[in-house]
């Protein structure tokens, strides 16, 4: 097995029509620009009846229709906030938790020990989540975290947590799911390595074709010149307001 092998992303999804919400964190090939990617997915009416928005900086779930919203616990959220030098993208409302810690001088990963996996049974989806953190001299590096159900029956929580110092053309990928399925499948193993390239718009229309037709719901994609703090994003949605 090839333990250094990177996949384009549509390889990496190639035949899974579900993976479920998906983040990815990298470096373009020149080494330019973090790179930043979020999407959502979908099975049940409520959960595709969403697109993203963006207010003040932040990309946000919000309700296509909102008289068919059913329940909105776990699928409205602010998905990516950006606090002081940390970009925070994240599959919940664990992006509020991550914000007001790091706000308070605590760090990524302690914020998330006080969460766990949703309490959505029997699926017990994981918690996903990453931060992009921007340091001097043009630098960054990122982290991921994947919290999700120790068994099949939810009675334990199981942490993991990387941390990545960026490698140009290189990008990690984690989703919620394996695959389609019922239940669903919890992600296994390390974050999936895939190519980033240099050009957003190649990039996001990459992913957004790649992602099965069906069960697409939206996805934000954002580029920071590392030397200029200059963001360049697109976003987009199934449905359209």
């Known amino acids: ?31 330019s620009k973090a790179v930043a990617a979020y999407f959502i997915m979908g099975r049940s009416e409520n959960s595709r009846n969403r697109i993203f928005t963006v207010r003040d900086g932040a990309v946000f779930t919000e309700p296509f229709d909102i008289s068919k919203l059913k329940d909105p616990s776990l699928i409205i959220y602010a998905a990516v906030r950006t606090v002081g030098n940390h970009l925070i993208v994240t599959n919940g409302d664990q992006t509020d938790t991550v914000a007001l810690a790091l706000l308070d001088g605590g760090s990524f990963y302690r914020a998330l020990e006080t969460r766990c996996f949703e309490p959505d049974a029997p699926n017990f989806t994981p918690r ?34 990387y ?21 669903l499948p919890t992600f296994a193993g390390e974050p999936e390595r895939i190519a980033i390239p240099g050009s957003i718009d190649e990039f996001a229309e990459e992913i957004w074709n790649a992602l099965d037709e069906d069960n697409k719901i939206s996805l934000y994609v954002r580029y920071t010149d590392l030397s200029s703090g200059r963001e360049e994003s697109r976003m987009y949605n199934k449905h359209q307001k």
């Not at 333990?3 to 919400?21: H, L, Q």
């Not at 941390?163 to 239940?183: K, M, R, S, W």
């Open 1 to 31: 097995m090839d333990n250094y092998k990177i996949m384009s992303f549509t390889e990496a999804v190639k035949g899974n029509t579900y993976p479920g919400r998906g983040i990815i964190a990298g470096l373009t090939p020149d080494g």
């Open 128 to 161: 996903i989540s990453a931060d992009l953190e921007f340091g001097d001299n043009a630098g960054f590096r990122y982290r991921m975290s994947i919290l999700k159900s120790a068994d099949p029956d939810g009675t334990a929580c199981n942490r993991y947590g």
């Open 163 to 183: 941390d990545y110092e960026p490698v140009a053309g290189l990008g990690h990928f984690i989703h919620t799911y394996q695959c389609d399925g019922n239940p």
